[in-house]
């Protein structure tokens, strides 16, 4: 995938991929609740993608703490890449 | 009084890394310096006014600034939790030794201005100045990873706002996402950044409040969580150090909501362990969005708490306003006794 903002990275995987596609999406965050602080979250079901975070079902998630987008474990986007 | 505050007097502040020194010495060693006609010797007093000018150098580059950081005995408990929560452990150690050095290194210079002034002719001269450069360069090769640490110092120090430490402090606490920094922004002059996702707050934020014309410092805490000490990250060091160096009140702030990001079980564990930790200190229990959930619940939560709590239990919302100068008032009173 070419080079960009983490935005249109998160877009274009949102609106080229039909629902079952997207579900083998996702994304890996930076998690202080979490000892590694990391956590991964599967995208599926309602995905919105707003300014400044992604929201999936309940959990919102800032786009500034996204690392990396991985489709089925391989990393289709990583930050600073 | 004024108290000292470190923030400020750390402003400007800067230590060099080793390369930057090194490049410093070494510009200062092979610029010219001008002498006049009449001189003497020209030779052995131009390499003496080098190695006095590498000794200015490295003296008002490396050591002045690390002279102007506070004493490790005098610094407070609080600070020194936040620099070992920053990785810094040994500062005492670090500061001791950029002070013996300081000396060790006059005492050189000292010794090489002697041996430059004994010399026979300018070849000599320029020699034992060369040496000298080499010492200072290489005593500060080995002062690298000392340097990089101080660094570190002062930037966390930096970053801390400035506590008056004789004046009233009330720290508010709680797990991530309940309103801290909305509630602190709410009643004081900080202004904290607020999103509705958590981890936001990640420094210890400072603000200025009156209640009845007395001033009340509250000071806001990233959000802890309930696990061992030895898996706490830094980020909630600092919360701890906080809530343990700060605190004259503890304000401990619970999210009533039924879809919080932690639910309520855990908050009143991560209660009842700050309850036994801190059992010396004043507490307050605030049940914050109070609005949000209907009357039945609130009551059912707050007999929940009382369950772990046997002190006073507001209810508020720092969004809408609501009871927020009960619990300030409340605030006033207790510190007013003590």
């Known amino acids: 995938m070419k080079e960009g903002t983490i935005r249109a990275a998160l877009s274009r995987v949102l609106w080229t991929s039909p629902p079952e596609e997207l579900r083998e999406y996702e994304v890996v965050f930076i998690d202080r609740g979490e000892p590694s602080g990391l956590s991964t979250l599967r995208l599926g079901g309602e995905v919105k993608v707003l300014r400044d975070r992604i929201v999936v079902g309940e959990k919102i998630i800032p786009l500034h703490r996204v690392l990396e987008i991985r489709r089925g474990g391989e990393v289709v986007w990583r930050r600073g890449a | ?338």
């Open chain 2, 1 to 338: 009084m004024e108290e000292r505050c470190l923030s400020k007097e750390l402003k400007g502040l800067r230590i060099p890394t080793y390369d930057e020194v090194r490049a410093a010495v070494l510009k200062a060693f092979q610029e010219p310096v001008p002498l006049a006609r009449g001189v003497k010797r020209k030779g052995m007093v131009k390499h003496l006014l080098k190695i006095d000018r590498v000794y200015r150098v490295v003296d008002s580059k490396v050591f002045a600034p690390a002279e102007k950081l506070p004493n490790p005995d005098e610094v407070n408990e609080f600070y020194a939790e936040i620099l070992a929560a920053g990785g810094v452990s040994d500062y005492k150690d670090l500061i001791w030794k950029l002070r013996g050095l300081r000396k060790a290194y006059r005492n050189l210079w000292r010794e090489y201005r002697i041996r430059v002034k004994n010399t026979l002719n300018p070849k000599e001269s320029n020699k034992v100045a060369r040496a000298f450069v080499g010492r200072s360069l290489s005593m500060m090769r080995r002062l690298g990873t000392d340097l990089r640490k101080l660094s570190a110092v002062i930037s966390e120090l930096r970053k801390l706002p400035c506590i008056e430490f004789s004046q009233p402090k009330a720290v508010v606490a709680g797990m991530p996402q309940v309103g801290k920094s909305t509630f602190v922004r709410a009643v004081s002059t900080a202004e904290p950044e607020v999103s509705p996702f958590p981890f936001t707050t990640k420094e210890i934020i400072l603000g200025h409040a009156y209640v009845d014309h007395q001033p009340i410092q509250v000071i806001d805490t990233p959000g802890i969580l309930d696990r061992p000490f030895a898996e706490l990250n830094e980020v909630e060091r600092k919360a701890l150090a906080a809530v343990r160096f700060l605190a004259d009140i503890l304000i401990y702030m619970v999210d009533p909501t039924p879809n919080t990001y932690y639910p309520l079980d855990q908050q009143l564990d991560l209660l009842r362990s700050l309850r036994s930790v801190f059992s010396g200190k004043e507490m307050i229990v605030v049940i914050n969005k109070a609005d949000a959930v209907n009357a039945e619940k609130v009551e059912e939560v707050e007999a929940r708490i009382r369950e772990v709590f046997g002190g006073e239990v507001f209810r508020i919302s720092a969004l809408k306003g609501v009871g927020l100068s009960d619990v300030m008032r409340r605030m006033r009173n207790l510190l007013g006794r003590s």
